[in-house]
């Protein structure tokens, strides 16, 4: 139970959180340069109720965000024992 001291370094920044924030930063970046294209025309999405119009363009960076990372694999940890990886 008890070997070797751990000695932790300066540990990776986890792929799930660089997956998150790419994928939010990309999905947002998509969805700014679809409404400058087509000049805010809103009859796009003229088919949903108002109360889902003003919440489908915000949810689509936050949606994409945790898509990718749940997809996204963990970063391995082989400082740590092999019981907590």
């Given at each position: 139970m008890h070997g070797?001291?751990?000695?932790?370094?300066?540990?990776k920044i986890e792929r799930k959180v660089t997956a998150s924030a790419a994928g939010s930063y990309l999905s947002?970046?998509?969805?700014?340069?679809?409404?400058?294209?087509?000049n805010a025309d809103l009859d796009l999405i003229a088919f949903l109720p108002d109360w889902l119009e003003s919440l489908a363009v915000p949810l689509l960076p936050g949606l994409i965000a945790y898509v990718s990372g749940y997809v996204a694999k963990h970063t391995a940890r082989p400082d740590l024992p092999p019981d907590q990886r």
């Amino acid at each position: 139970m008890h070997g070797e001291p751990i000695s932790y370094g300066k540990p990776k920044i986890e792929r799930k959180v660089t997956a998150s924030a790419a994928g939010s930063y990309l999905s947002l970046l998509a969805v700014l340069t679809v409404l400058q294209a087509i000049n805010a025309d809103l009859d796009l999405i003229a088919f949903l109720p108002d109360w889902l119009e003003s919440l489908a363009v915000p949810l689509l960076p936050g949606l994409i965000a945790y898509v990718s990372g749940y997809v996204a694999k963990h970063t391995a940890r082989p400082d740590l024992p092999p019981d907590q990886r």
